[in-house]
């Protein structure tokens, strides 16, 4: 069954005219610039090439300007009036090809579009794919040569018309399910690549490094498949190895071979391997040269040397040793953007997640970009990749057609990565409700076609699931649903629920816990509780998870969900509305408190922070003793209220909260000044400090709202609101919703997911902000909360 799909894979890869794996990227151009886009369909193809008539002097429908990447759904995925769009889209430009091969290839390749995609040339479609997060490939060479021979070229005046079709409509015999908690965005939302081929080129390296556990004996295998639509019969192929300093390892040439199908191109004994690892995570370099009838083009891989294992009911091991997995997770969500994130946006997420001491992800629940696979191959950081089998049950034969494609895909494209260590099956696949049929036996059936598809492809790396308890024995690796603290019991249960979890299965591995925080909102309670949606509950509910963890000898490692905040349709009413607000950081990258409290206890590099710095008022009566928490990873804070010690503490992570870093204080009325002073094991001495108003007035019933804003630069004003009482006395612990309004020349920078940049958010502490972006002249902005009076402000 197994092999037979796999034929039919390929088979339906080649009618299709598409590479479905990477191409060489020696003459390859990103095109962003130079497209517009409409939000809806079009009558046919030639609405979008059709002359404008003299005397008209616009298309209509009207098209709007962008770049790319570019997402439908930039903003209105967390519009807080409005259902995010589902439907069709498209964008044309207009290529100018400058090909530096004679009678060579002309591709585009999408590093992912979704959700269903059709191509055209002019009026030509040359290619389609279904499916929003694997790449794809399309030759567009024949279908450029016949529009060139058409009497419509000379129109274009020697450019190529590229019209492209996206659609995220709701289609249930599609994976992702439109149950799913975040938002199945459509566009062209990652890179799109104009590449040029000769005649003959490699469409994909197959690289096998292989380590014994003692880290000596090793052996590399290397193998590649030949593009050769020209079907030239005979081209030399050049192999050249080199180690993570640029030194050759080995190399070899083979001459006059015949370019077609899979060729073995290396098969050798790696004498002294450097090893790849977390810590230093070192990577060869593999270039392929193909050279045929003069032309020549060279494909290059990064490979690396690790060996791990899961213990049966034990650790994790990575080179002979045991690791605490320490992870995260990833959804492709950003702040203005959606799905569209940028290359360097992608950078700064990863370099934040190794910042705060991650070495493993989960990126969910899909395949991902490969420059994020990039990057955790260069960072460190070791990969759960898996494919958008999430929720819904289990559709007819296009769905898990499109399953298995996608499965295919993601390993074939992303085999050659050492980061990645399990490919991801599904997720919460015992979520009934897309269909009216719900058969259990069904879903195991198709997860062990898939798990069994898998191991296929691919024998060394595992498989896994989440939370789907009638298919944990069929993969790998198997991850429960826990979640301690929030959506069960109290997060001091922890333990238990997790050791009951690891018993049951032979591979246990933790991924999906935390709660949500909404930035800003702190509580005074010596016990925070979860109903809150506060900071200092979820950073307590880390702190222990973290703490206990350290001290967990057979876990394999966890997740946290997520690092990021995203966007989700399912969730209307959280304080950012259509918000999943469980991150370490709000989806513009602002950090927020419990940041710090995993690098206390993850992070290389020295750091101290005060819990607090989003917390600009604390309350309490006159002469109560308040806590301060200090998180480090240094060996010794002082901490200092007001210029006086408060003492020095030693950190020790059995203790909680804060691994002991925890001091009872008297703060005056008013501003105090808080400093902690910490000394790292090498001596060094680091600083943090906040300034902190501490209130003593008793407040009733928000009866106003005070408006007021600040300049932040030139082009920016910040409006910020306080819900106040009778008296006028800040109500610090309300939590009511504020709506902003604005008319006139100015814009207000909403819908951006994020406390300070929704039109519609809950109060954090009585209080909440919104940037406004001035305009050339006036703007008035209103302020709403149900029954108190709408305030106004006028920004010029």
């Known amino acids: ?419 990645v260590i399990i490919w991801g099956l599904g997720n919460e696949n015992d979520w009934p409700n897309d269909f009216e049929r719900y058969e259990q036996g069904e879903i195991r059936a198709f997860m062990s076609e898939l798990n069994t598809l898998s191991h296929t492809l691919d024998a060394c790396r595992k498989t896994a699931i989440r939370r789907c308890e009638f298919c944990s024995d069929i993969v790998d690796v198997y991850s429960p649903t826990i979640w301690a603290g929030w959506y069960r019991g109290k997060y001091t249960d922890y333990v238990n629920y997790s050791r009951e979890a690891m018993e049951r299965v032979k591979h246990f591995l933790h991924v999906e816990w935390g709660g949500d925080s909404h930035a800003g909102r702190h509580v005074e309670d010596k016990e925070p509780t979860k109903k809150d949606w506060s900071e200092t509950y979820v950073v307590k509910l880390i702190d222990w998870h973290l703490k206990e963890q350290e001290n967990m000898p057979w876990l394999t490692g966890t997740a946290y969900w997520p690092f990021k905040d995203f966007s989700t349709p399912v969730r209307p009413e959280n304080p950012v509305p259509y918000v999943n607000q469980k991150g370490v950081i709000e989806r513009d990258f602002t950090k927020k408190e419990s940041f710090y409290v995993f690098q206390s206890y993850w992070a290389i590099a020295p750091m101290v922070h005060i819990y607090g710095h989003s917390q600009a008022v604390r309350w309490g009566g006159e002469n109560e003793r308040k806590e301060v928490l200090v998180y480090s990873n240094c060996k010794e804070v002082e901490l200092f209220v007001n210029g006086i010690s408060q003492g020095k503490k030693l950190r020790d992570s059995r203790e909680f909260p804060a691994a002991g870093l925890r001091w009872e204080v008297l703060l005056n009325a008013g501003k105090n000044e808080i400093k902690a002073i910490a000394v790292a094991k090498d001596k060094t001495v680091l600083e943090d400090e906040i300034t902190v108003r501490y209130q003593t007035e008793k407040w009733g019933e928000e009866k106003r709202l005070l408006v007021s804003s600040e300049g932040m630069d030139e082009t920016f004003v910040l409006v910020k609101v306080s819900l106040v009482d009778e008296k006028g006395i800040p109500c610090l612990d309300s939590k009511k919703v504020i709506r902003f309004e604005l008319a006139g020349d100015g814009e207000l920078v909403k819908n951006q997911g994020t406390v300070s940049g929704s039109s519609k958010v809950q109060a954090a502490n009585g209080t909440a902000s919104i940037r406004v972006k001035r305009g050339s002249g006036k703007s008035v902005v209103a302020v709403k909360s149900e029954n108190l009076e709408t305030q106004f402000i006028t920004i010029n």
Request: net charge negative; glycine share 8%; hydrophobic share 40%.
């Open 1 to 419: 069954m197994v092999s037979r799909w796999i034929g039919v894979i390929i088979f339906l890869t080649v009618l299709a005219g598409s590479l479905q794996a990477k191409v060489p990227v020696q003459h390859k151009e990103r095109l962003t610039d130079n497209w517009v886009f409409l939000r809806q369909d079009i009558g046919n193809i030639w609405e979008a090439v059709r002359p404008v008539k003299p005397g008209q002097p616009e298309e209509l429908p009207l098209w709007q300007e962008v770049t790319l990447p570019h997402c439908f759904n930039a903003e209105d995925g967390v519009d807080p009036d409005v259902n995010y769009y589902q439907g069709p889209g498209w964008y044309k430009t207009q290529l100018s090809l400058h090909n530096p091969y004679p009678d060579g290839r002309i591709l585009l390749e999408f590093e992912g579009a979704g959700q269903k995609t059709d191509v055209y040339i002019y009026t030509t479609k040359v290619g389609s794919h279904v499916g929003g997060y694997d790449s794809w490939n399309v030759d567009i060479t024949d279908a450029v040569k016949a529009f060139l021979a058409s009497d419509a070229a000379a129109r274009f005046k020697g450019k190529i018309p590229l019209s492209i079709r996206c659609d995220n409509s709701r289609d249930a015999e599609m994976i992702p399910s439109d149950l799913s908690d975040f938002n199945v965005y459509g566009g062209i939302y990652r890179y799109l690549n104009l590449v040029y081929l000769p005649k003959v080129a490699m469409s994909g390296l197959h690289i096998d490094p292989s380590l014994a556990k003692n880290l000596k004996d090793a052996s590399l295998k290397i193998a590649g498949t030949f593009y050769n639509p020209a079907d030239v019969r005979t081209a030399d192929v050049q192999v050249c190895v080199k180690d993570a300093d640029g030194k050759i390892v080995v190399s070899r040439k083979l001459n006059g071979v015949t370019p077609l199908g899979e060729l073995s191109l290396l098969d050798v004994k790696i004498d002294k391997p450097v090893v790849w690892d977390v810590d230093a995570p070192r990577l060869y370099t593999c270039e392929v040269t193909v050279s045929a009838d003069g032309q020549s083009v060279t494909s290059v891989e990064k490979f690396g040397f690790r060996h791990f294992e899961f213990v049966e009911k034990g650790p994790f091991h990575l080179n002979g040793r045991r690791l605490l997995l320490r992870g995260t997770h990833r959804h492709e969500d950003h702040a203005g953007v959606g799905a569209a994130m940028t290359e360097e946006q992608m950078i700064q997420e990863m370099k934040m997640m190794k910042e705060m001491g991650v070495n493993f992800i989960r990126l969910g629940h899909y395949q991902q970009s490969e420059i994020i696979l990039n990057l955790c191959d260069e960072l460190g950081i070791l990969v759960w990749e898996e494919i958008p089998w999430c929720r819904g049950g289990v559709g007819g034969e296009n769905y898990r057609a499109q399953a298995r494609r996608m499965l295919t895909n993601m390993i074939t494209q992303h085999y050659n990565h050492p980061a």
